[in-house]
């Protein structure tokens, strides 16, 4: 099983990136999907997550109303899509896939390899 993450950059404060999580060995339509994050120094938290079924979804305090997850189940991807980034939302973002769409790390098996978020002027 793998995970794939992609679509990071360098992206100036205030602008938007969408990141995609594909995976390979694992239908991501029958998991629930999160996004993490670790900045340096800094623990990893989750972001967002999403359902496998209802596509029920949650967002950590710090990205609610910036960020939105969603899932293609047609292309079988699950994105991120990231608006009004601040330079706090630096950090190397990967995609896991589990059981339950909680915010906690513990309840994901699969996990991607990263891809880099820098936002700054």
């Known amino acids: 099983v793998q995970l794939q993450a992609s679509g990071g950059g360098l992206v100036q404060p205030g602008g938007s990136l969408t990141l995609s999580c594909a995976a390979s060995?694992?239908?991501?339509?029958?998991?629930?999907v999160a996004w993490f994050r670790q900045a340096p120094g800094k623990k990893r938290e989750g972001v967002s997550s999403?359902?496998?079924?209802?596509?029920?979804?949650r967002y950590a305090d710090s990205v609610k109303g910036r960020f939105t997850i969603s899932r293609d189940n047609i292309k079988g991807t699950v994105h991120l899509q990231m608006n009004s980034l601040e330079p706090e939302d630096t950090a190397v973002y990967y995609c896991?896939?589990?059981?339950?769409?909680?915010?906690?790390?513990?309840?994901?098996?699969?996990w991607g390899q990263g891809t880099q978020v820098t936002v700054s002027s």
């Open positions: 999403i359902s496998a079924i209802s596509t029920s979804t």
């Open positions: 896991a896939a589990g059981k339950m769409y909680s915010l906690g790390s513990a309840d994901y098996d699969y």
């Open positions: 060995g694992l239908t991501l339509a029958y998991h629930a």
